[in-house]
């Protein structure tokens, strides 16, 4: 038996004849880019996380951008985050010119220590982005706290947590702005790339939409009229004026989200919950199954509802059981095997090993197990019990 650790080739098979006759419908009407598909997706899904404002883009990573820069965080501003997460996170704090600062995640959660913020929080500190792990939520309350007693902005990054709940809410509008991916594999996955901003700010989602197609149109001059008021700067004279997308008054990027996929991704957006019901059937199994061995099952809190993009499990012989699944035919894995800090890329900033050891020693005792919520139930049973008879 070979059992892929997410099979988005049977997660469209569940509901194909939607996916492709949506897809089908757009080819033919000629409109691919822009258009009535992507404007109702963005309201669907803003509707469905609990949003006002949702802009969409061509990625997660250009979701984080667009907010930071909608935000003006940039060049000497520090944002801290977390290194237990994708590289996507850091790497677009860096990308606008601000700097990572790296606190150390709760043990139980895998999610920011709060405990550990305030510590962090300089005169340059601009923003917490902390990510709402494998799907489990973020303590926001504690957060939000932190980010009004320091007058920061608040962004969460809710590339694994679509679907996720706190307290009974989407967790992921709780920030001042949430950036999603609808990466193939993700909760809510399109059938190539796409991501998302939710906010319920008019003007950062303002600047996000001029943003996004290279800082044009009215959106564009709204917001280069804030910076400059911002600044106490007077706005100049004599400026071409006018809102098509021949006047550019920032300095942006091409994000698009296609029609194609923004169709696609209402199709399965009608199917969320069944799908965050599946992962969630899975991984109670699981944990039913998992309770008397030797491994640590994910924790989910009072106030989560988990989404489980992931079902890690932790043991100190990690990658022996990871590569012993693998020749049984289960894949598995290490989600993230070089926590961020002590990457190459972040060199410069001086950290080392022992700096965040609860980072450190994740990234070397979790494994993943597959969860996705077209898991057949063999499948399912004969993954228990291989992991079983390997411990």
């Known amino acids: 038996m070979e059992i892929q650790l997410m099979n988005v080739k049977r997660q469209h098979e569940t509901h194909a004849a939607e996916y492709e ?17 992507v404007k109702a997706f963005e309201e669907e899904f803003a509707a469905y996380e609990g949003a006002k404002y949702g802009i969409s883009c061509g990625n997660g990573t250009d979701a984080l951008v667009l907010a930071l820069r909608a935000l003006n965080i940039g060049e000497g501003d520090e944002v801290i985050t977390v290194s237990w997460t994708f590289f996507a996170t850091a790497e677009s704090i860096a990308a606008v010119g601000a700097v990572p600062v790296f606190v150390d995640v709760c ?12 510590a962090a929080i300089t005169k340059k500190t601009k923003a917490i982005l902390p990510v709402h792990f494998y799907g489990q939520s973020c303590d ?10 320091y ?18 809410e989407r967790s992921n ?40 197609v290279h800082g044009s149109g009215k959106d564009g001059l709204l917001t280069l009229k ?59 199994l699981y944990n039913e199954a998992f309770k008397d061995i030797d491994c640590v099952t994910p924790y989910e809190s009072d106030d989560c509802e988990h989404s489980y993009y ?11 059981i990871i590569e012993k699944l693998k020749s049984k035919g289960v894949a598995s894995g290490t989600y993230y095997p070089v926590p961020l800090h002590v990457q190459g890329a972040f060199a410069h900033l001086g950290y080392k090993e022992g700096d965040l050891p609860v980072t450190e020693e994740l990234s070397k005792t979790t494994f993943v197990l597959p969860v996705f919520p077209e898991l057949y ?9 291989t992991l079983k008879e390997l411990l």
């Open 377 to 385: 139930d063999e499948e399912r049973d004969y993954i228990i019990k």
């Open 107 to 118: 043990p139980d959660t895998y999610c920011m220590n709060p405990d550990l913020v305030e």
């Open 173 to 212: 509008t709780l920030g001042d702005v949430s950036c999603f991916s609808f990466f193939p594999t993700k909760n809510l996955g399109c059938d190539g790339d796409g991501g998302m901003i939710l906010t319920d700010n008019e003007e950062v989602a303002r600047a996000c939409r001029s943003l996004k």
């Open 21 to 37: 006759e949506a897809a089908i419908n757009v080819l033919r009407s000629g409109g691919y880019i822009g258009g009535a598909e």
């Open 151 to 168: 007058d920061l902005y608040l962004i969460a990054d809710c590339a694994q947590s679509a679907g996720t709940k706190y307290k009974g």
């Open 226 to 284: 804030r910076e400059y008021e911002s600044k106490n700067m007077n706005f100049p004279d004599g400026m071409p004026l006018g809102e098509s997308k021949y006047y550019n008054y920032l300095v942006g990027y091409n994000s698009r989200l296609d029609a194609i996929q923004a169709a696609i991704l209402r199709k399965k957006l009608a199917h969320m919950d069944e799908f965050i019901e599946g992962r969630r059937r899975n991984a109670a």
């Open 310 to 320: 992931i079902y890690a499990l932790k043991h100190t012989n990690a990658q022996q």
């Open 140 to 149: 926001m309350d504690a957060l939000r706290a932190i980010c009004k007693k």
